[in-house]
């Protein structure tokens, strides 16, 4: 097994990403993270959501007034008495506009062994900030410090950009170290990793690597007893349109091995269609009852490391 790069670069990942401007598209960012990471191959495995918050405040120039719409409105209230009419007149007067930040969150895999659990996950944001809304909204004013911050009735405008979009670096998780924490933290076998000890000692596990497919992000807060919450979940990465796979009760032999080999070559590799059906709404989980029942009887076409998968998941079923 490699051994993990060593990646105290956390400072030098923040460094580079603060000094590159996003273009077009994000190779050069690739480019950057794997000439730091040498000898393990880096690829950009997904991009989440588009996601939006509250960002600042700038007047019709552009020009900067505050990075924090929440912290400035707070602050200008103050300074104008608790008087909500002069913080008004204040806005109108200067035409304030409030900004939004939009962003994507961007997941980098660092290949560091075969195994499912072997990979680092780096995450970077890559955000922009642009014009969302007057202040103040001259046909419906403010009532009070709240629709300041989130009016019911915003007065929309041109989404200029503010600055350049920037990458800012969040973490980095050596995933096979975080999957240790979260089993001491689990008095019982977590599902992400029942998920990742199934794929390693299944036909899937042997023809592909795991974030080829699927991705571990791992999440961690403090409850509010002050306890420690570590967790994760797993996320389906394929881009290609898999098929629905129907209930297949009152088929068997060949005609259900055809079903489920079909799905498996459209995913890209054997016993795909376990995976999707402990993970997502692909396969129903009256399958694994069908192919069970199949194998039990007459019938043998999984491998045998695939069958023990499969007695064991209906032993103990598991979802994710």
Known sequence: ??????????????????????????DLLLNKLQKLIAGHPVRLAWTGEEWYRVGGVVDADGTRIAHDL??????????????????????????????????????????????????????????????????????????DMEE??????????????????????????????????????????????????????SSAGQKQLLTEDWLIRPSQHTGRFGEQIVNAEIINIQHKRLPYLEDLAGKKGNTLNGLLTRFDRQAGYPFAWFFYMVKGKLVSPYNAQAVYKDISGDFSYLPQRDEAVLRDWIAKPYYL
């Open 148 to 201: 300041i911050i989130d009016p019911l009735n915003p007065a929309g405008t041109e989404n200029i950009p503010v600055g350049t979009s920037r990458y800012a670096y969040r973490r980095k998780t050596d995933i096979k170290l975080f999957m240790d924490v979260i089993n001491k933290h689990h008095a019982f076998e977590h599902p992400v990793q029942r998920f990742i000890d199934d794929w390693n000692r």
């Open 70 to 143: 929440i912290e400035w409105s707070e602050r200008t209230f103050i300074e104008c008495g608790q008087n909500l009419q002069i913080l008004i007149d204040h806005a109108r007067e200067h035409k304030l506009i409030a900004t939004r930040h939009s962003g994507q969150s961007l997941y980098f895999v660092v290949q560091t062994g075969t195994c499912g659990e072997e990979f680092m996950l780096i995450e970077i944001d890559k955000t922009r900030e642009v014009f969302d809304r007057l202040l103040i909204n001259d046909h419906a004013p403010p009532e």
């Open 1 to 26: 097994m490699n051994e993990s790069p060593t990646l105290s670069t956390g400072q030098i990942l923040a460094h580079t990403c603060k000094n590159l401007i996003p273009g077009q598209n994000d």
